[in-house]
T-cell receptor
């Protein structure tokens, strides 16, 4: 595809369940970012990948959150034991490198009930 | 922690009016970006400013970076309904997209 693709678009899960959110970046983009946007807020940084490695995961709120990018392309954000406070839009972005324009996906709206 | 305050939070105007929205911080940023976000979509980059005092124009939009690189403004001339959206400013380091700090945004509605 031409842009960053995130699946699913919407996810409703029960409190305590495990969820995986997928991001397909633009082909050839080495840098990939995850952000979280709560209602009425701007996006908050979660984690940044350069290639396969997490260059900075300091934005992950706690150890229930984990992200991988095993082949340097697709990334998966994993949330264990979901809580109602995890409800938000999770945005993924990618760029050719860290100093060039980042393109955002449409986000995954996660609702924990 | 670096914070970006955006004002106003909400703005509703008529087509053809001019408007200015603001992005302020007590911290210095190496660069500042402005994005527009529409419902159900991710933010789309409008401009990046990196030099204190810099002014950039994008059609009817004028962006200014403060001399001290702590604040920025976005001015829209003759607003159109297509300008409706959430305008976000984001601060970064040296033009980098790494670990951007976003403001809460200004929700602009332009009525026909």
């Amino acid at each position: 595809g031409a842009g960053v693709s995130q699946t699913p678009s919407n996810k409703v899960t029960e409190k305590g369940k495990y969820v995986e959110l997928r991001c397909d970046p633009i082909s050839g983009h080495t840098a990939l970012y995850w952000y979280r946007q709560s209602l009425g807020q701007g996006p908050e940084f979660l984690i940044y990948f350069q290639g396969t490695g997490a260059a900075d995961d300091s934005g992950l709120p706690n150890d229930r959150f984990f992200a991988v990018r095993p082949e340097g392309s697709v990334s998966t954000l994993k949330i264990q034991r979901t809580e109602r406070g995890d409800s938000a839009v999770y945005l993924c972005a990618s760029s050719l490198d860290v100093n060039t324009e980042a393109f955002f996906g449409q986000g995954t709206r996660l609702t924990v009930v | 922690t670096q914070l970006l305050e955006q004002s106003p939070q909400f703005l509703s105007i008529q087509e053809g009016e001019n408007l200015t929205v603001y992005c302020n911080s007590s911290s210095v940023f190496s660069s500042l970006q402005w994005y527009r976000q529409e419902p159900g979509e991710g933010p789309v980059l409008l401009v990046t400013v990196v030099t204190g005092g810099e002014v950039k124009k994008l059609k009817r939009l004028t962006f200014q970076f403060g001399d001290a690189r702590k604040d920025s403004s976005l001015h829209i001339t003759a607003a159109q309904p297509g300008d409706t959206g959430l305008y976000l400013c984001a601060g970064g380091g040296g033009g980098s997209n790494y670990k951007l700090t976003f403001g809460k945004g200004t929700l602009l509605t332009v009525n026909p």
